[in-house]
């Protein structure tokens, strides 16, 4: 979509604050029969040199000072360029006054400066180019940080994924040993009542009670002595 950042300075009868036209050295370079003047002006941005090259994105990219400095984009010797266009537009002076005076009054002031027009709207095409380049740089580096943080975050799950199984088959396998413990536990007791049977039985011939037992039974639980209570 064509930018139409010079619909300011478009005009068929620029007139100054004094209702004359200024002089052509503040206008468009004459039109070719038949050729519009959105037609020159797009001839104009046609001439600019091809768009800047940034290596890496800026320090502060809100910056756009630092982006212009990038795009080898120098202040004009005599001042006026197309932000300093912007400041006398938005100035106090003329701001809330309808666009053709506005308009008018910044063509005069071109004129009394000695700046053509075709120069503020090269300006404006240079920084326009070199805001879009970046704008192209910056999405390449998101775009490149993006993959590169799906590479990574795929890397990380899956190790993730093998560290899981790995747990897994720690808590399997400790699971498996405590229940093989378990089994040879109650075997083992199932043979001791067996054997302590055989001793309860033998010792039965020789006392009225029998002090060998043959049921496991859990140790009881000592009580706290109470207050006053003898040791």
Do not use: C
């Not at 080898?72 to 005599?78: F, Q």
């Amino acid at each position: 979509m064509t930018k139409k950042w010079y619909n300011y300075f478009v005009s068929a009868d620029p007139l100054s604050a004094e209702g004359r036209a200024p002089d052509s050295s503040a206008q468009l370079p004459p039109e070719a029969p038949g050729k519009s003047a959105a037609q020159t002006v797009a001839d104009i941005a046609a001439m600019i040199q091809p768009e800047p090259a940034f290596t890496a994105p800026a320090e502060k990219p809100d910056s756009f000072s630092e982006i212009y400095q990038q795009a080898a984009i120098t202040p004009p010797v005599h001042g006026y360029s197309i932000l300093k266009i912007i400041d006398m537009l938005q100035s106090e002076h003329i701001r809330n006054l309808p666009a053709e005076v506005k308009r008018s009054s910044v063509l005069v002031a071109l004129e009394a400066a000695g700046v053509a027009l075709k120069e503020i709207i090269e300006d404006a095409v240079r920084r326009d180019r070199a805001l879009d380049t970046y704008e192209r740089v910056m999405q390449k580096s998101v775009e490149d940080l993006e993959q590169q943080k799906l590479e990574e975050n795929r890397r990380l799950e899956q190790e993730m994924e093998k560290l899981v199984a790995e747990y897994r088959a720690r808590i399997q396998a400790n699971n498996e040993a405590l229940s093989r413990r378990k089994e040879e536990f109650f075997g083992w007791r199932l043979q001791k009542q067996h054997e302590e049977k055989r001793i309860a039985d033998a010792v039965a011939y020789f006392v009225s009670e029998n002090p060998v037992t043959t049921a496991s039974q859990p140790v009881p639980r000592s009580e706290p002595k109470k207050e006053g209570e003898k040791k």
